[in-house]
Each structure stands twice: as structure tokens, then as C-alpha cells.
């Protein structure tokens, strides 16, 4: 299980008992009921709150005074601010040192917020908020693989912060069908004025990830066309690693507005757009598993790549594994299942009646026999092309220039 948090200024919290199955624990927070590894998604905001007095955590904890007052001195040193509200999240945990329960292996994700809090602002949109929260989970939910011996996230809602909230499990329910895991939300309901109850207040459980509104990409495209072979091409030769945009601000003192925290590159709102987050996200997990197999091209691992098709469209996996025993039981036969050498006006019909092709394409599972060709020796499927007018009606069909990479495969 991961245990996710949204967080706002926990300053002004005040101790309570918490009741879950977990146990029992007096706390600021509901953290501490967490038996595994924790995530807190908190705003930059946090360390402009002001200083609180009373029955709240700022009055009772000392770390929790030096925190806020280290913070405020770093920023006005100019140091970077993802890093100082990191770091100063991580201090007010050890003011969770005097609950009932130590808390261990959290990791903390500061994310710019939007409008302006305590006479400071960012200049970021609430899509880029989103892409940029989307890549951050990503990176830390998709471990080596898969979320190994993890397919469980929990969504604590209870000290969220109005719209950190919405975004987070939005994020989560597609980020949760892509990585194959059930996400719950939890939140801790009031019995008494001091005392509450951890109850689950929503559960999703989905099975597919929706593609639809995806910058289409080449690997995008391969698993829309139920492609296999293509999207094997595209992972093995010209894959990018999926990194974060590096969101850096600068700060600006303005009489008039306060204070500023202007981008350095302007550019990397485009970059943390959600549809191209996204189809970065989905390439870089499916390409993942791809090279995983020693020979992806060999018949016996493209049945296991087709488990990848299932997480987007249920019937992908059962199309693909069909033509792909078409095509092993044809050679038993005795027919041949290779690439025919066939009159150039053959291609010139099929690119004349592209989308009829296209569609044959998506039926067949990329399998056509105009491309294809099967080595019953090694067991391997891959595509064969010798003219260079089917080559280019195969880039009209997936719309990318999968031809070069073929050509290149064979050197």
C-alpha cells in the first residue's frame, strides 16, 4: 500500500485521537497511522502561513517555530524554493516525534499553487500544476516496474487544502489505471469534538486508461492501432527517458502586488501541458516493459506484450492473440506466411484507400501481409519491407516515419 496526503498549513492543528484499524494514536495529523510508505503533496504556499497561537501545533512544538523561521530566511536568501518547502515539511515531522507513533519513509512533493497567498504569488496555470503533479506521482508510484507488492493507494483527504485536493485525486484515478493499482479515499470523520474516525469515503477500481484525449505520439498511435510490432520499433530505437520539467522560480519584490515568483523558462509550461504529460507518462511505462524482454519480436513474448494493450482497450489482447496463432498455424499447414512479392499497383490501391487499410491494419493487429513476415526458425515476427511505396502506405497507416526505423533495424 502507498498512503498519499494532501496537506495545508499544519500550524494551526490542533491534537486529536484518531481511530482506524490501524489502532489508536494521538496526533496533529493522521499520518502516522500509515504502515507503509508515505507520500504528502503540500504547496509552496505552507511557509508564508502565519504564526499561530493557542492549542495548535506551532504553540506546542519548537521545531515547528525554527522551521518556519529557517524557511522565511531562505527565501529571502534566494535559495530555491521547491528545495525550502521540501525542507521545511521535513522539519515539522519531528514534531511528530511526541504522537503515540514515529512516522518513517516519508517523502514529501511541494507543488507551486495558484492565486496569491499572504501578498505572494506564482506564475503557474492549473494545467501545469496538474502536469507537473502527474509526473512527480508517476515517478515515485511506478518504482522498478510496476508498484510491486503495492496495488493499493490510499488518498488521506483529511487535512487537504480546497483545490490541492480535487487536483490530487483526479491525478490519482487516472495515474491508478494506468499502473494497474485501487485507489481508496480515506478521511477522518469527527465523533467528538477531540476524537475521529478513519472511514473510507470512495473507492475506484478502474480497469482501462483512456487514451482519447492523449497527444498522439508514435507509441500513442501503436496502441490505438493495436500494433504491436511498431510500438517494439519505437521503444527499442529512438525511446527519451520520461523526466520531470524543472519548474525554477525567481523571486520579484513588486510594491504593488507584493511578491512574485516569476519562471525562469517561461517554455516549461508547454512542456507540463496534461495531454503531453500524459502521453509521455503512458510511452514511458509501456516502453519500460517492453524492454524488459530479451526478443520482444519472438512469438511467445508478443503474447505476454499484449497484457500492455489490455490496461488501454479490453479487446486489444484478444484481437492481437488471434492473429498471431492465424499466422503460427498457417506455417504448420504448410503455407507460408511471409511477405509476397506483389505489383506495385497493388500499393498504390491500398494508399489510394488509406483508411480502408487502415482499418484491415487495426483488424489484423498490425499483422498485415504486405509487411509481415514470420521466421519459423527463431519463432520471431517482424516486418519485412522491400519496396519502398508499401513502406511508406505502413507510415500513412500509423502516421510516423516507422519505415527508417525498419530500414534501420536491418543494418
Known amino acids: 500500500m502507498v498512503y498519499i496526503a494532501t496537506w495545508g498549513d499544519p500550524l494551526g492543528w490542533s491534537i486529536a485521537e484518531y481511530n482506524s484499524d490501524q489502532g489508536k494514536i494521538r496526533c496533529w495529523t493522521t499520518l502516522p497511522l500509515s504502515k507503509d510508505r508515505s ?83 506564482f506564475e503557474i496555470t492549473a494545467e501545469a500544476m496538474r502536469g507537473l503533479l502527474y509526473a512527480e506521482l508517476y515517478k515515485r508510484l511506478k518504482g522498478e516496474n510496476e508498484i510491486v507488492g503495492e496495488n493499493e493507494i490510499v488518498l488521506d483527504i483529511t487535512h487537504g487544502i480546497n483545490y490541492l485536493t480535487a487536483i490530487t485525486l483526479n491525478v490519482l484515478q ?78 520579484e519584490d513588486t510594491k504593488s502586488q507584493g511578491i512574485l515568483f516569476s519562471l525562469k523558462d ?79 499497383e497493388d500499393c498504390n490501391s491500398m494508399m489510394k484507400s488509406i483508411d480502408q487499410t487502415r482499418r484491415n491494419f487495426i483488424a489484423h493487429g498490425g499483422f498485415l501481409k504486405e509487411f509481415t513476415y514470420y521466421d519459423n526458425e527463431m519463432d520471431s515476427i517482424y516486418y519485412k519491407i522491400n519496396d519502398e511505396c508499401y513502406g511508406n502506405v505502413l507510415n500513412k497507416i500509423l502516421r510516423f516515419n516507422i519505415y527508417e526505423l525498419i530500414k534501420e533495424n536491418k543494418k
Open 266 to 344: 517561461k517554455r516549461v509550461l508547454r512542456e507540463l501541458e496534461e495531454s503531453v504529460i500524459l502521453s509521455r507518462i503512458v510511452e514511458d511505462y509501456v516502453c519500460d516493459r517492453i524492454n524488459t524482454y530479451d526478443d520482444p519480436f519472438k512469438v511467445k513474448k508478443l503474447h505476454e506484450i499484449t497484457k500492455l494493450f489490455e490496461r488501454f482497450y479490453s479487446i486489444s489482447k484478444s484481437l492481437i492473440i488471434n492473429e498471431l496463432n492465424n499466422i503460427t498455424n498457417k506455417k504448420k499447414s504448410g503455407m507460408v506466411y511471409e511477405i509476397l512479392a506483389q505489383p506495385r
Open 39 to 121: 507520500i504528502l503533496i503540500v504547496f509552496y504556499s505552507a511557509i508564508f502561513a502565519k504564526p499561530r497561537e493557542g492549542n495548535v501545533l506551532y504553540s506546542f512544538c519548537h521545531e515547528a517555530k525554527e522551521a518556519l523561521s529557517k524557511a522565511n530566511e531562505r527565501v529571502k536568501k534566494g535559495d530555491y524554493i521547491r528545495d525550502v518547502v521540501r525542507d521545511y515539511f521535513y522539519d515539522l515531522l519531528k514534531c511528530l516525534n511526541n504522537c503515540d507513533k514515529l512516522v518513517s519513509n516519508v517523502e514529501v512533493i511541494p507543488i507551486p499553487n495558484l492565486g496569491k497567498v499572504g501578498g505572494v504569488s
Open 174 to 251: 487516472q495515474l491508478s489505471a494506468l499502473l494497474g493499482a485501487k485507489l481508496r479515499v480515506t478521511n477522518a470523520v469527527p465523533i467528538t469534538q477531540t476524537e475521529f474516525e478513519i472511514e473510507t469515503v470512495a473507492k475506484f477500481n478502474k480497469d482501462s486508461f483512456n487514451l482519447q484525449d492523449l497527444k498522439n505520439t508514435g507509441v500513442i498511435n501503436s496502441i490505438k492501432l493495436n500494433a504491436p510490432l511498431p510500438l517494439i520499433y519505437l521503444c527499442r530505437r529512438n525511446r527519451r527517458k520520461f523526466e520531470i520539467p524543472e519548474v525554477k522560480f525567481i523571486r
